[in-house]
């Protein structure tokens, strides 16, 4: 596994991590394929994946109960990350999700909180100084934020006393590009880690068909990946940016562990970014 620097923490974190949204239901818990999602998460840690992404949202929390069941004993190898919804950004609700969250996690503290989505209806000034108490109470080592804006950001890392935001969590793949004109080149110039959420298209990069595809295609073939490996290795070249894949099928897990230890050509790239450029 190659890894990369949580925002100048010193914290390395591995460049392919696990996303579980849907592993243990959508919106509502679902325990119809936890064994198999277990023994999922337990090949990605062993394959290196050793970033694990869920909130308590996934599968109303049952997301968070599968993936203490892959820690078993793992704990100390794996960077653990989760959310708390906007409904519970007031100050005693972040403190009452993390704590529900660690009990969920069976763990005594994450490595990685985030702000799921925004909420212009709670102040944010509200909502990080809980957060800074969960860094001082020892619930997470770092505080994180997904889906904000560059202003938006500033203004959560301008609530914070001693704290930083150490990640912005954001949708990025060949077929979504919206980071590019402004967050992605704002995370990379703060330093801040991106963590590129839905690297495959929510499943369409693997099974697209049309223009853009065949080239993904091509190139695959010339170097012996697949579509997904290739798609998921363009996201790597952004230097401060590590990829969640998720992945229930095991043979999606370990092609995913394979995004590693090699590296398109910068003209390849190109030829990829070209052929999905957005219209
Ligand atoms: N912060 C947020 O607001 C937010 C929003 C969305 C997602 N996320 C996070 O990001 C993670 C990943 O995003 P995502 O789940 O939306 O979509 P994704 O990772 O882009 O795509 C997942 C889909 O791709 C399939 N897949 C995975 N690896 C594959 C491979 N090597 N070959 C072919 N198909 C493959 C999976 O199939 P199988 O499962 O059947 O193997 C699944 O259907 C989530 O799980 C979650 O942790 C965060």
Redesign the pocket.
């Known amino acids: 596994m190659e890894f990369r620097n949580l925002r100048k923490t010193g914290k390395e974190i591995p460049v392919v991590g696990l996303?579980?949204?849907?592993i243990g239901g959508g919106m509502m818990s679902n325990s119809s394929r936890d064994e198999e999602a277990v023994e999922a998460l337990r090949l990605g840690l062993e394959l290196g994946m050793t970033l694990v992404?869920?909130a308590e949202m996934y599968g109303a929390g049952h997301s968070e109960e599968i993936v203490s069941r892959a820690l078993d004993g793992r704990r100390e190898k794996v960077f653990v990350a989760s959310?708390v919804s906007p409904s519970h950004f007031a100050y005693e609700d972040v403190l009452r999700s993390a704590k529900r969250s660690l009990e969920r996690l069976k763990i005594k503290q994450m490595d990685l909180y985030q702000l799921?989505?925004p909420n212009p209806r709670v102040p944010i000034e509200e909502t990080m100084r809980a957060m800074e108490k969960l860094v001082r109470d020892g619930v997470t080592r770092y505080i994180g934020v997904?889906?904000f804006s560059v202003t938006q950001v500033e203004e959560a890392q301008a609530a914070l006393s001693r704290e930083q935001i150490v990640s912005n969590?954001v949708?990025y793949?060949l077929v979504d590009r919206s980071i590019e004109p402004d967050v992605l080149p704002y995370c990379q110039r703060e330093g801040l880690t991106v963590i590129a959420?839905?690297?495959?298209?929510?499943?369409r990069i693997?099974n697209g068909r049309g223009g853009p595809f065949k080239v993904l295609e091509e190139i695959a073939a010339k170097y012996g990946k697949?579509r997904?490996?290739v798609a998921l290795n363009w996201l790597l070249n952004h230097e401060s940016l590590v990829v969640?894949?998720?992945?229930?099928?095991k043979a999606?897990v370990r092609?995913?562990a394979g995004v590693v230890g090699w590296r398109l050509s910068p003209e390849d790239s190109k030829k990829l970014a070209t052929a999905f450029a957005p219209e």
């Open positions: 996303g579980t949204w849907e992404d869920t959310k799921h989505w997904s889906n969590q949708e793949s959420y839905s690297p495959l298209g929510k499943g693997p697949s997904s490996q969640i894949p998720k992945a229930i099928d999606h092609e995913n």
